[in-house]
């Protein structure tokens, strides 16, 4: 069966560091996604992509994050400059468009 | 935008019992709600998934029910099994983007 896939699992950097988070979504599927769950909190959404474009973003989605589609199959977060608040489990989804699929996630810690 | 309240944040129950979560939007556009299943570990794994044209739907032990007028949706377990414990999320969308509930922390007891 067709899974998300996201690399590393467990990314440790200093506050002011960028760091780059990759996804591999489901290989039909249209829609793509970013969302981040701080340690006992709900799952936020950040961002949505579709033919190349960012169709929806969070307030917590601002100038310091990014979304890129580098080739046809990986979908990669950035965060430029990052705080120690952005330490999270970050997670991509895709979809075909509706039924979302998730990931495994991306342990971001920041020191 | 879209508020989604879920309950209890944690139920404990004897394994062959039945679960119930309950969750509550506020978006009236909202038209499609997802549970996922979290273990420790992994991404939220979708289990079941409802529509707005649809007041019910049923997939084996789990069923969910959708309550467009009250603005409620919930899920049931029956015949719990230890491999049901897990953190169970709900979830609402209008136009694809997902609004989570916080979670509830199922305990299946032997």
């Known amino acids: 069966e067709p899974e998300v896939t996201q690399t590393p699992s467990h990314q440790v950097t200093q506050m002011g560091q960028e760091v780059i988070l990759r996804c591999v979504p489901i290989?039909?599927?249209?829609?793509f996604y970013w969302y981040r769950q701080i340690l006992g909190q709900k799952v936020e959404f950040l961002v949505s992509?579709?033919?190349?474009?960012?169709?929806?973003k969070s307030e917590i989605f601002d100038d310091q994050f990014s979304v890129e589609r580098p080739d046809g199959s990986n979908f990669t977060l950035k965060i430029r400059s990052t705080k120690l608040e952005d330490s999270a489990m970050y997670f991509c989804?895709?979809?075909?468009?509706?039924?979302?699929?998730f990931g495994p996630g991306t342990r971001l810690t920041v020191l | 935008g879209e508020n989604v309240e879920q309950h209890p944040s944690t139920l404990s129950v004897q394994e062959g019992d039945s679960a119930v979560i309950k969750c509550t939007y506020s978006?009236?556009?909202?038209?499609?709600f997802p549970w996922y299943k979290q273990e420790l570990g992994k991404g939220p794994q979708l289990i079941i998934d409802?529509?707005?044209?649809?007041g019910e739907k049923k997939d084996q032990r789990i069923a969910v029910t959708l309550n467009k007028t009250a603005k409620h949706f919930s899920l049931h377990i029956t015949e719990t099994q230890p491999e049901d414990s897990a953190v169970y999320f709900c979830?609402?969308?209008?136009?694809?983007?997902?609004?989570f509930g916080a979670g509830t922390t199922v305990t299946v007891r032997a």
């Open positions: 409802i529509r707005s044209n649809v």
């Open positions: 290989s039909n599927h249209l829609y």
């Open positions: 979830a609402a969308s209008s136009h694809y983007k997902l609004s």
């Open positions: 992509f579709y033919n190349n474009e960012i169709s929806e």
């Open positions: 978006d009236s556009a909202s038209n499609y």
């Open positions: 989804a895709s979809s075909p468009p509706d039924t979302q699929y």
